[in-house]
């Protein structure tokens, strides 16, 4: 087992276990999953979209009705039903086959078939400036930051004059030095990662779930770069991560 691959890692979640994989609550492990538990991972769905709309038409636009949106690591489609119930076109990206094929089951199941369910490799078939709404929440944490720096730019091109962007970004681990040291190990060495999901009582070949931090220095120089203005923030902490949720608006050039 190599370390350190996120690609791969979120290829193993969407096989193995690709609702705990969105949120890790031992409820959503496969071995845990009953009617119970999906009709709960759904409802979070629903919640966290109400406040997006609320917050966006509270402090950014307060006409706000989007036509098309796109969520950004959608995995199994938690937050696709709930955002194609207020748009007329909903777009999920994500990197994960498996996750992909649970989200198409879940949008057929809970009528919500017309949505559309991309790879990631599939993104640049979007055109510029097309979306009313471009979102992703707790999925950049996931990816490593120079990546994820070129993705923030493609998906903010990807926003339409007056549009609006609702992006979720961990900008700083708060653990211990020797957790954030025991996790270096487990990125690079596979042995240590397989080791110690042992003596959690996991498989050993149990996937990784790399978290990143990114500087917001070079996040706000991409919004600014990208023409986004009007921003709200929303502090978030989980597990010593902190992170923010940034609401914005694209304006048009001759207004910067």
Same mark, same amino acid.
């Given at each position: 087992?190599?370390?350190?691959?996120?690609?791969?890692?979120?290829?193993?979640?969407?096989?193995?276990?690709?609702?705990?994989?969105?949120?890790?609550?031992?409820?959503?492990?496969?071995?845990?999953?009953?009617?119970?538990?999906?009709?709960?991972?759904?409802?979070?769905?629903?919640?966290?979209?109400?406040?997006?709309?609320?917050?966006?038409?509270?402090?950014?636009?307060?006409?706000? @009705?989007? !036509?098309?949106?796109? #969520?950004?690591?959608? $995995?199994?489609?938690?937050?696709?039903?709930?955002?194609? &119930? /207020?748009? @007329?076109? !909903?777009?999920?990206? #994500?990197?994960?086959? $498996?996750?992909?094929?649970?989200?198409?089951?879940?949008? &057929? /199941?809970?009528?919500?078939?017309?949505?559309?369910?991309?790879?990631?490799?599939?993104?640049?078939?979007?055109?510029?400036?097309?979306?009313?709404?471009?979102?992703?929440?707790?999925?950049?944490?996931?990816?490593?930051?120079?990546?994820?720096?070129?993705?923030?730019?493609?998906?903010?091109?990807?926003?339409?004059?007056?549009?609006?962007?609702?992006?979720?970004?961990?900008?700083?681990?708060?653990?211990?030095?020797?957790?954030?040291?025991?996790?270096?190990?487990?990125?690079?060495?596979?042995?240590?990662?397989?080791?110690?999901?042992?003596?959690?009582?996991?498989?050993?070949?149990?996937?990784?779930?790399?978290?990143?931090?990114?500087?917001?220095?070079?996040?706000?120089?991409?919004?600014?770069?990208?023409?986004?203005?009007?921003?709200?923030?929303?502090?978030?902490?989980?597990?010593?991560?902190?992170?923010?949720?940034?609401?914005?608006?694209?304006?048009?050039?001759?207004?910067?």
């Amino acid at each position: 087992m190599i370390a350190g691959n996120p690609d791969r890692d979120w290829q193993m979640w969407g096989k193995v276990n690709p609702y705990f994989g969105v949120l890790t609550d031992p409820k959503y492990l496969n071995a845990n999953l009953n009617d119970d538990s999906l009709q709960e991972f759904f409802a979070s769905g629903e919640c966290h979209i109400e406040h997006v709309y609320s917050v966006i038409r509270d402090k950014i636009r307060p006409d706000f @009705q989007p !036509v098309q949106v796109l #969520d950004y690591g959608c $995995g199994v489609g938690r937050l696709i039903v709930p955002l194609s &119930k /207020r748009s @007329q076109t !909903v777009i999920g990206i #994500d990197v994960s086959r $498996g996750m992909l094929e649970q989200a198409r089951k879940n949008c &057929k /199941r809970l009528g919500t078939a017309s949505a559309r369910l991309l790879h990631v490799d599939e993104m640049e078939t979007l055109a510029p400036a097309s979306l009313d709404l471009v979102h992703s929440f707790i999925v950049f944490q996931h990816i490593p930051t120079t990546r994820g720096e070129l993705i923030l730019r493609k998906l903010l091109a990807l926003i339409a004059e007056g549009g609006v962007g609702a992006i979720h970004i961990t900008y700083a681990d708060s653990r211990s030095g020797f957790r954030r040291g025991v996790t270096a190990l487990r990125q690079r060495i596979g042995l240590v990662h397989g080791l110690l999901n042992l003596v959690r009582h996991r498989p050993y070949s149990t996937p990784h779930m790399q978290m990143n931090s990114y500087s917001m220095n070079r996040i706000f120089e991409i919004l600014y770069d990208s023409r986004c203005s009007n921003l709200h923030v929303e502090f978030s902490s989980h597990s010593g991560y902190h992170g923010a949720m940034l609401y914005f608006e694209k304006s048009p050039r001759a207004l910067l």
